[in-house]
């Protein structure tokens, strides 16, 4: 099972990006998927979650700017951000709760992280 983001880049302050990740390999089902963030300096923290259902989480300082959402057909968690700002300047990384389809366990996965700079 892999995940892989894609989607990070420089924007100006009050721009917008969108992150996605996308599951592949021997998934039998996917449970929570989410985003965290780790700045330099800082411990990584969760940003936004999202349940196989659709009920989301926010952090609170993301909240009203961020949309968590996935695609259950493609396995695939995407992450809309709006009205950024220099301190949402981060690696971004997907993480998903996954079953394979050689066990009955779910484990948490992580993809590669992303890098997203706000600046101007």
């Known amino acids: 099972v892999q995940l892989q983001a894609s989607g990070g880049g420089l924007v100006q302050p009050g721009g917008s990006l969108r992150l996605s990740c996308a599951a592949s390999g021997s998934i039998f089902d996917i449970n929570a998927m989410f985003w965290y963030r780790q700045a330099p300096g800082n411990q990584r923290e969760l940003v936004a979650g999202i349940g196989s259902a659709g009920s989301t989480n926010y952090a609170d300082s993301v909240k009203g700017r961020f949309t968590v959402s996935r695609d259950n057909a493609k396995n695939t968690v995407t992450l809309q951000m709006n009205s950024l700002k220099p301190e949402d300047t981060a690696v971004y990384y997907c993480?998903?709760?996954?079953?394979?389809?050689?066990?009955?366990?779910?484990?948490?996965?992580w993809g590669q992280g992303t890098l997203v700079t706000v600046s101007s």
């Open positions: 993480n998903a709760v996954i079953r394979s389809t050689s066990g009955s366990t779910y484990y948490p996965y």
